[in-house]
T-cell receptor, first 112, second 113 residues
Framework: EAQVTQNPRYLITVTGKKLTVTCSQN?????MSWYRQDPGLGLRQIYY???????DKGDVPEGYKVSRKEKRNFPLILESPSPNQTSLYFC???????????FGEGSRLTVL | GESVGLHLPTLSVQEGDNSIINCAYS??????FIWYKQESGKGPQFIID?????DKRQGQRVTVLLNKTVKHLSLQIAATQPGDSAVYFC????????????FGKGITLSVRP
């Protein structure tokens, strides 16, 4: 089944404790992206990757890192999480940047 | 996922009626548009798309209309069902160099039984 898989789906952590949210897709998509979704603000892009070893900032990259060492994986790293990073995070992929995005089921992160 | 709908405009319709969800986009150079549906606790899912060389496209129970003159996109859902209750997003995409996808903030559709 074609899908985008995120883990963990739910996480409660404390300020400053590094965490990684993994994202994997099995559709051989070149383009992958991370979004955060907050009430009233919609989906905002954090980082995206056009292909392996190619990543770029989205609209709200501060406090986040990403890597794209393999085509299928695109982890989101929070080196020192803060409460304002409490949000619902979505990973998405598509064949190229201008096509239909396939979304994961979301990862709800709470930073205390 | 239930908190996604907070603070969003809400459209309430009676089951069986037709729904029209509107979206204003910002970039006149955008040439591809998508409607997404997001149910509570889930990620957004593709509903229907349209390219800028068209002004109407129909799917199963859904129709998307594009008015480039006023930069307006609408999604029409025929015979709305309880399962249509969700948050709906439009996305505008510029497919040229440095392609850019921008999401609208979303509208909550609530179907009354």
């Amino acid at each position: 089944e074609a899908q985008v898989t995120q883990n963990p789906r739910y996480l409660i952590t404390v300020t400053g404790k590094k965490l990684t949210v993994t994202c994997s897709q099995n559709m051989n998509h070149e383009y992958m992206s991370w979004y955060r979704q907050d009430p009233g603000l919609g989906l905002r892009q954090i980082y995206y990757s056009m292909n392996v070893e190619v990543t770029d900032k989205g609209d709200v990259p501060e406090g986040y890192k990403v890597s794209r060492k393999e085509k299928r994986n695109f982890p989101l790293i929070l080196e020192s999480p803060s409460p304002n990073q409490t949000s619902l995070y979505f990973c998405a992929s598509t064949f190229h940047g201008a096509g239909e995005l396939f979304f994961g089921e979301g990862s709800r992160l709470t930073v205390l | 996922g239930e908190s996604v709908g907070l603070h969003l405009p809400t459209l309430s319709v009676q089951e069986g009626d037709n729904s029209i969800i509107n979206c204003a986009y910002s970039n006149s150079a955008s040439d591809y548009f998508i409607w997404y549906k997001q149910e509570s606790g889930k990620g957004p899912q593709f509903i229907i798309d349209i390219r800028s060389n068209m002004d109407k496209r129909q799917g199963q129970r859904v129709t998307v209309l594009l008015n480039k003159t006023v930069k307006h996109l609408s999604l029409q859902i025929a015979a709305t069902q309880p399962g249509d209750s969700a948050v709906y997003f439009c996305a505008e995409i510029f497919t040229g160099a440095n392609s850019k996808l921008t999401f609208g903030k979303g509208i909550t559709l609530s179907v009354r039984p």
